[in-house]
C-alpha cells in the first residue's frame, strides 16, 4: 500500500500507552521558560488533557504492516480480512517538527524515532524538543506523507490523526489572553480565511498575515491589497482586527512588519499563530523567528524550528517557541483542516502533480474552440472552460463584451469546448449522488459484518488481544463516524457554506473523474453600464468579478472587455468539480 494513498478496507486501533518511565529531567521549555502543553493527563498545564490525549492516537499502520505487535482476523472468506489492532507505546518527550509525542514502534507512524537515538537522547537527558521524527525528516526532504484522516481521500486507520483531533488542540486559546496571529494565504483568500475564527480565539485580539504575497503576479500593488484584504476581513466579515500586514514568508518580505506589529500588540501576552492547513504558518513563524534573531534577539531559536512543508496537516500539535527577547512565547498549532478546500480533498500526490501552491500565472482564454482563428460572434456562450483536470466552468449565457482571466497554478492548463461536447452537468451531479449512496450501504454492510465478526474474534482470541481489539474499534469507529459525518460549521471552524466532507468517496480510479459535481452557479452583471467610459484606457479589461475555488490558489476573473460604452455586460457560469468543494464570488482582488 502507497503512503499517501490509504485505503485500508477496516482497520481498528487501540488505544495507545504512555511510557513515562524514561528517564527524564525537566522538560526543555520548562528550563527555557517557555510553557508547554500539558504532558500528561494529570497535567495541569497550558492544555486540557483531552487535548493531549487526542495527540497520543495519532498512530498509524501505512504500509508496515508487517511490524504491528497484532493482528486480528475477521475470519476467513471476509472480504477485509486481517484488520490491524496496533498498540504504541507513545514516549516522553514531542518532536520539535510536527508537536507529536515520539514513539519509536513504527516507522510508519508519526512522531517514530529510531529506538537507538530515543535511548542515547534519553542517556544524556535530552528528550523534549530535541528530536525530530522520522515523518518530518521525509516532509522536510519534500516526500508528502500524509498523517491526517480525510486527506487526499485518506480513509480513517490507526494512526491517522483526525481534522477533529487537531481542531481539539486550539480549543484552550480562547481561555487564555493571548495575541492571535491568523494566517490566510493570499492565493486563496477566502478560503483559507476561517470566517469563524471568533469561535476558536474568543475575544483575543487579532493580527491578519497574509502570507504567500509573493506567489501573485509581480506586479501586484501591496498597499491596494492590504486595503481590499482590510475590507474583505473588517467591513465585509465584519471582523474587529489589530491590524493587517502582507508578508512573503519565503522571500522575507514585510516580515519585519509583522514582527513590528507582534511586539506593539502583544503586551505582555503570548503570541498564537493559527489559520487553515497548508496557509504557511510554520514557514511564517521560522521567517518571524529569523527576523527576530536579526534584529538582535538572540535568545530566540535558531534550529530545531517547526518543519514547513507542501502536505497538509504537518503541524500536528501545539510547538511553543522561546521569542520576545526571552519575554514571552509564540506558538505554532495544527492547521484547521477545512474539508472544502481543494488541497484537502486531493492526495499529497495530486497536490504536487497539479502544481498547486506555486506561483500564479495569469491566463486570458478567447472565446474560440480549436483552430478557430476568429472569436466567437456571441461571446463564450455556449462554452466550456476546462481548467486543468479538476475544474469545470460552463457559461451558460453571457453577452459578447464579457470575458474571462484565470489566475492559476502553471500546471493548471485552461482548454475551451463546446459545453454540448462535454457530459451535462446535472447529468453528472445525479451519478456523483448515486455512487454516494451506493458506497454508503456498502459502508454500513461492512460495518455490520466487521460487528459479527468481532463477536467471533472476542470467542477465540486471548482476553488481552480481545479487549485491545475492542478498544481500539470503539475508537476507530468513533473516528470514522467523525469524519464520515457532514461537518457543520462547529466541527470545522469554517465557512458559513460548509459543504460535506464526502472525500472518502474518492477512490483510486477517479482520477479521471475529478469534475464531479455542479458546485455553484455564479452571475455577474456589470450594472453601471457607462463603465467602460470610466477606463482611462478602453481597450483593456475592467475587472468585474472574481470567482475563486477553494484550495485552488487561484481564481476566475469576470471581466469587461473593450470599449462597450452602453451596454450592459453579464456573465452566467456554472462551476463543476471535486465533491466538497467550496466556491466563492468576491470583489476583485487589485492583482493584474
Ligand atoms: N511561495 C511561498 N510559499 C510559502 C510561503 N509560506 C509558506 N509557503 C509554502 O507553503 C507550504 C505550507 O507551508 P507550512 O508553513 O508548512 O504551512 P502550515 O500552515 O504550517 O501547514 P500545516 O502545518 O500543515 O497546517 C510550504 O510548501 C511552504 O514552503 C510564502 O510566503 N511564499
Ligand atoms: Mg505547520
New binding site residues.
Given amino acids: 500500500m502507497h503512503a499517501t494513498a490509504f485505503r485500508a478496507p477496516y482497520v481498528a486501533s487501540a488505544a495507545p500507552r504512555r511510557d513515562d518511565a524514561a528517564p527524564c529531567r525537566a522538560p526543555r521549555a520548562a528550563r527555557d521558560g517557555v510553557p508547554r502543553p500539558a504532558a500528561d493527563s494529570s497535567s495541569s498545564a497550558a492544555f486540557p488533557a483531552a487535548a493531549r490525549r487526542a495527540r497520543l492516537i495519532c498512530l498509524a499502520s501505512r504500509d508496515d504492516t508487517a511490524s504491528a505487535p497484532r493482528r486480528w482476523s475477521r475470519g476467513e472468506g471476509g472480504a477485509r480480512a486481517d484488520a490491524e489492532v496496533l498498540e504504541v507505546t507513545r514516549k516522553r518527550g514531542d518532536c520539535y517538527g ?1 508537536g507529536v509525542a515520539l514513539q519509536t514502534d513504527l516507522p510508519s507512524v508519526s512522531g517514530y524515532v529510531p529506538p537507538a537515538e530515543y535511548a542515547t537522547k534519553a542517556h544524556h537527558r535530552q528528550l523534549d524538543g530535541m528530536m525530530l521524527c522520522a515523518r518530518c525528516s521525509e516532509l522536510s526532504h519534500g516526500r508528502m506523507v500524509n498523517a491526517v484522516a480525510g486527506q487526499g481521500g485518506a480513509r480513517l486507520q490507526t494512526g491517522l490523526i483526525t481534522p477533529a483531533q487537531l481542531r481539539e488542540q486550539l480549543s484552550a486559546i480562547r481561555e487564555k489572553k493571548a495575541l492571535v496571529v491568523k ?1 490566510v ?1 493570499a492565493t486563496d483568500f477566502h478560503g483559507s480565511f476561517l470566517n469563524k475564527v471568533r469561535d476558536v480565539v474568543g475575544g483575543n485580539p487579532i493580527l491578519l498575515v497574509l ?5 501573485l503576479p509581480n506586479d501586484t500593488n501591496l498597499e491596494a491589497l492590504r486595503e481590499w484584504v482590510t475590507h474583505e476581513a473588517v467591513t465585509v466579515r465584519r471582523l474587529t482586527l489589530a491590524g493587517v500586514v502582507c ?5 522575507g ?1 514585510g516580515v519585519k512588519t509583522a514582527v513590528g506589529a507582534m511586539f506593539a500588540e502583544r503586551k505582555g501576552r503570548d503570541v498564537y499563530v493559527l ?13 518571524a523567528l529569523k527576523a527576530m534573531r536579526e534584529e538582535g534577539n538572540f535568545g530566540v531559536p535558531a534550529k530545531r524550528l ?11 500539535g501545539v510547538i511553543p517557541l522561546r521569542a520576545f527577547e526571552g519575554k514571552g512565547a509564540l506558538y ?5 483542516f477545512l474539508h472544502h478546500r481543494l488541497n484537502s480533498i486531493l492526495s499529497g500526490d495530486d497536490l504536487k502533480r497539479f502544481g498547486l ?3 500564479l500565472r495569469r491566463f486570458e482564454p478567447k472565446p474560440r474552440v480549436g483552430d478557430e482563428t476568429e472569436d466567437r460572434a456571441n461571446g463564450f456562450a455556449g462554452l466550456s472552460l476546462l481548467w486543468g483536470p479538476l475544474l469545470r466552468v460552463d457559461v451558460v449565457a453571457a453577452t459578447p463584451d464579457a470575458g474571462l482571466v484565470f489566475f492559476g497554478p502553471k500546471g493548471m492548463r485552461v482548454t475551451v469546448v463546446e459545453t454540448e461536447s462535454l457530459p451535462d452537468a446535472r447529468v453528472l451531479d445525479a451519478r456523483a449522488s448515486a455512487e454516494r449512496e451506493r458506497s454508503r450501504a456498502s459502508a454500513r454492510r461492512e460495518a455490520a459484518a466487521a460487528e459479527a465478526d468481532a463477536d467471533v474474534s472476542r470467542r477465540v482470541a486471548a482476553p488481552s488481544a480481545a479487549a485491545a481489539a475492542d478498544a481500539g474499534r470503539a475508537a476507530s469507529a468513533a473516528m470514522e463516524d467523525e469524519m464520515l459525518r457532514v461537518p457543520t460549521f462547529e466541527d470545522v471552524c469554517s465557512d458559513d457554506s460548509e459543504s460535506d466532507a464526502a472525500t472518502s468517496f474518492l477512490t483510486d480510479d477517479d482520477d479521471a473523474s475529478f469534475i464531479q459535481r455542479l458546485v455553484r452557479e455564479v452571475s455577474v452583471e456589470d450594472e453601471d453600464e457607462d463603465s467602460a467610459l470610466d477606463s482611462d484606457d478602453s481597450d483593456s479589461a475592467r475587472a468585474l468579478r472574481d470567482v475563486s475555488v477553494s484550495g485552488m490558489n487561484g481564481w476566475v476573473r469576470v471581466t469587461r472587455v473593450g470599449n462597450s460604452r452602453g451596454d450592459a455586460c453579464a456573465m452566467r457560469m456554472r462551476v463543476l468539480g471535486p465533491r466538497g468543494l467550496e466556491v466563492f464570488d468576491r470583489e476583485p482582488m487589485p492583482v493584474t
Fill in positions: 510536527c494566517v494565504d502570507t504567500k504575497v509573493d506567489l508578508v512573503s514568508a519565503r522571500k518580505l489559520g487553515a492547513a497548508n496557509v504557511g504558518k510554520s514557514t511564517f513563524i521560522r521567517a517547526p518543519t514547513a512543508s507542501a502536505m497538509p496537516g504537518t503541524t500536528l505554532d498549532t495544527p492547521g484547521v501552491g506555486g506561483s
